[in-house]
């Protein structure tokens, strides 16, 4: 049994107020929404350019990418820094990658191919950089439905982070997309790729023998 002391619930009041991620998790919360504010805004404003579902579309697709990438990033900032509050900001991170990823597919099935899914059907066939988006929006799916506390205690810790795994390929599969679907300028999509390249390098080099892993 545990006892507790006046004093010790009082130390850990005191621990909880001073705890950075009370403030930092609604915070990002409410920036992580900017985008989706701001799309809405240029789509009522007429901001979105001369093809606005395909800015909608691509706007979408560039914030999944992000928010994935930065999902990437919450391990490698958790290990460099000691700050182990960090952690507790990934699921919500990861789940923005996806709420963006879902909205970036729905631009594509409902305004850009009107539920035309023998076309769709068509285009995950013919176009590579198409069949690699659905690829990773697959493997984001398990991630997703298996991110609450309760399905982490019924796959169990081992199982839970093996199947998180899945993340390396989800990111390594949305960045040979967006290099696929560029036709001229790389620039961007190299600019991703070397960023993937630097996280799954950092977790590469971690995971050599002889190297302690303290990855969660
Ligand atoms: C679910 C299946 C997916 C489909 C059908 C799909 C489809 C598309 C389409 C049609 C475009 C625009 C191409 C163009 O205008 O020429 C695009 C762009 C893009 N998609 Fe996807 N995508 C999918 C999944 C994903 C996922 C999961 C991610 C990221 C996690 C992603 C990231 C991107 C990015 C970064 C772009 C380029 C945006 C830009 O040009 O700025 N896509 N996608």
Avoid at 9 to 20: K, M, V, W
Avoid at 41 to 50: E, K, M, Q, Y
Avoid at 129 to 156: K, Q, V, W
Avoid at 158 to 169: E, Q, S
Wanted: proline letters at 6%.
């Amino acid at each position: 049994m545990v006892l507790t002391t006046p004093m010790d619930r009082a130390q850990g009041r005191a621990r909880q107020s001073s705890d950075p991620v009370r403030w930092l998790k609604p915070l990002l919360f409410g920036l992580a929404l900017l985008p989706l504010a701001l799309m809405g805004w240029d789509t009522v404003s007429g901001g979105l350019g001369a093809n606005p579902i395909e800015s909608l579309i691509r706007r979408n697709g560039d914030w999944a990418l992000r928010f994935l990438l930065l999902t990437l990033t919450i391990t490698p900032l958790r290990e460099l820094s000691g700050w182990s509050g960090a952690i507790r900001l990934r699921r919500m991170i990861g789940l923005f990658a996806f709420f963006y990823a879902t909205l970036h597919l729905a631009g594509y099935v409902v305004l850009e191919q009107f539920f035309d899914w023998p076309a769709m059907g068509a285009d995950l066939l013919k176009r590579p950089y198409i069949t690699l988006g659905m690829g990773c929006f697959l493997l984001l799916l398990p991630l997703a439905i298996t991110s609450t506390n309760g399905m982490i205690r019924r796959l169990g810790g081992r199982r839970w982070r093996a199947l998180h795994r899945l993340i390396y390929p989800a990111a390594l599969l949305a960045v040979a997309h967006y290099f696929l679907l560029v036709k001229a300028d790389l620039r961007e999509p190299i600019l991703y790729g070397a960023l993937l390249a630097l996280l799954l390098g950092y977790r590469l080099v971690r995971a050599l023998p002889g190297r302690h892993s303290a990855a969660g």
